[in-house]
Nanobody, 115 residues
Framework: QVQLVESGGGLVQPGGSLTLACEAS????????MGWYRQAPGKEREVVAT???????NYADSMKGRFTISRDNAKNTVALQMNSLKPEDTAVYYC?????????WGQGTQVTVSS
């Protein structure tokens, strides 16, 4: 079992920045991929960015150049630096971890981009 706790969401103006953080606990030694997904009202959950234990990253096209994912394997954390935020980035952001064939999710943190 893996527990994921996110932090760092909030309200930010368009063009602003936020950093999300997620800490994993539990059976963490076999976590392979970690990442972030988001879900806006009325929309399906979508991938934002993922990172492997070796540091290989993948981003959704709309986030490339604006978001940066990073991972600290020693601290069992994953972070998402979000820059140049847009109103359409408003969503609940979920931390994700993959352990074997199982997927684990955090409780989500709200990000609202509005003036």
């Amino acid at each position: 079992q893996v527990q994921l706790v996110e932090s760092g969401g909030g309200l930010v103006q368009p063009g602003g920045s936020l950093t999300l953080a997620c800490e994993a606990s539990g059976t963490i030694f076999s976590i392979t991929r970690m990442g972030w997904y988001r879900q806006a009202p009325g929309k399906e959950r979508e991938v934002v960015a993922t990172i492997t234990s070796g540091g290989t990253t993948n981003y959704a096209d709309s986030m490339k150049g604006r978001f940066t994912i990073s991972r600290d394997n020693a601290k069992n954390t994953v972070a998402l630096q979000m820059n140049s935020l847009k109103p359409e980035d408003t969503a609940v952001y979920y931390c994700y971890a993959r352990l074997g064939i199982a997927n684990y999710w955090g409780q989500g943190t709200q990000v609202t981009v509005s003036s």
